[in-house]
């Protein structure tokens, strides 16, 4: 199964970015990215891909050891950014580095739980709003092309500056990150035009002496 760790943001902020979002939408261009949906909105902690089932046991309790040692803690979706021509990304402010500590002991949780994981570097916390029609995979970077365009690769040739200036003032509302959640991805398998992938909750664990939230 193909897994990550997250941080989920709440619903209300979820609705203010979604507002943000679709005045992003009436930008010259959008209609040539790939949004994501509002549901799949999430701060990736640790990417690790496809995993076997017989790992699973191990990697939720390596991973809700990890939570434990982290206390809960305050973060906002904060302005935006862009890799190269590839995606588009709202930031995250507030105790980042209490998100990059927590990142840092998924990550080491997963490889000791046994799944194989890229070659560590510094964390940076996004959250993707849009990805180019190319379909590659987004990853660390920032603002260092500045016409965003493309050509060759098969990536956009829409200038996600633009859009990365427009979510410059974007402040949320602060929430308390409580949880750390390992999530299941199911990748489009249709070929449906904007068909999205489906995520599910796996394990939910709390933050150092965060209760656990109540099912149902």
Known sequence: ?????????????????????????????????????????????????????????????????????????????????????????????????????????????????????????????HLTLARSRGGRRDGPGGRTDVSGRTDVSGRTDVDLALYAEALDSFEGTPWEVAELVLVRSRLPVNGVPGEQPRYEAVARCPLGRARPRASG
């Open 1 to 125: 199964m193909r897994l990550f760790a997250a941080v989920l943001p709440p619903a209300e902020a979820v609705e203010e970015l979604a507002r943000a979002v679709d005045r992003l939408r009436g930008l010259p261009g959008a209609d040539g990215l790939r949004w994501t949906g509002h549901d799949g909105w999430h701060f990736t902690l640790a990417f690790m891909g496809e995993v076997e089932d017989g790992l699973l046991p191990e990697l939720t309790e390596r991973l809700e050891r990890a939570a434990r040692r982290t206390e809960p803690f305050a973060l906002r979706i904060h302005g935006g950014g862009h890799f190269g021509g590839r995606a588009l990304w709202a930031g995250a402010a507030g105790e980042i580095g209490e998100l990059r500590l927590l990142a840092e002991r998924s990550g080491a949780a997963a490889r000791r739980a046994g799944v194989p994981m890229e070659e560590h570097r510094r964390y940076q916390a």
